[in-house]
């Protein structure tokens, strides 16, 4: 493959990554719409969920700080989302002066009735890949996510 090819189908790529990054927004942006969240609430229910699948408690100031948020805008986003039964306060484990913040199984059940569909289809798409593909398929997206995080 000459660098042209090469540079061609690194595009097509790229482009690809663009359609999925807009479509996989749009479809978080429909289960906002349609549970009255904002975007940004979901974006904190990922942050929140994938801490907790890394056995990581998180504050509100990590949290805002994931997020981008001054402390103002964090404490309106947690009451909103612990109003609506999505997350709660939680005293840390290790230290009871120190409070989490947490997702609620009811949001997490909310968002498995949303995603789950396309959560399967991508995990089918997956099982036809070979380990060395799905080495490559893991590397190339930490790739893409770190250089877009600016790592």
Do not use: Q
């Not at 429909?30 to 990922?46: K, Q, S």
């Amino acid at each position: 493959m000459s660098g042209t090819e090469r540079e061609a189908a690194g595009m097509e790529i790229v482009h690809l990554l663009r359609a999925v990054a807009v479509e996989l927004g749009a479809h978080s942006a429909r289960f906002a719409r349609d549970n009255g969240m904002h975007p940004t609430d979901v974006r904190a229910l990922i942050v929140l969920m994938d801490a907790a699948r890394a056995g990581e408690e998180t504050t509100a100031g990590r949290l805002g700080a994931a997020l981008g948020l001054n402390s103002a805008g964090t404490t309106a986003l947690v009451d909103r989302l612990e109003r609506a039964g999505h997350v709660r306060r939680v005293r840390g484990a290790g230290d009871r002066r120190r409070v989490t913040v947490e997702v609620d199984e009811r949001a997490v059940a909310l968002g498995r009735a949303h995603f789950g569909p396309l959560i399967g289809r991508t995990v089918e798409l997956l099982a036809g890949c070979d380990e060395r593909e799905l080495a490559a398929i893991r590397g190339f997206l930490s790739g893409v996510r770190d250089a877009a995080a600016g790592g």
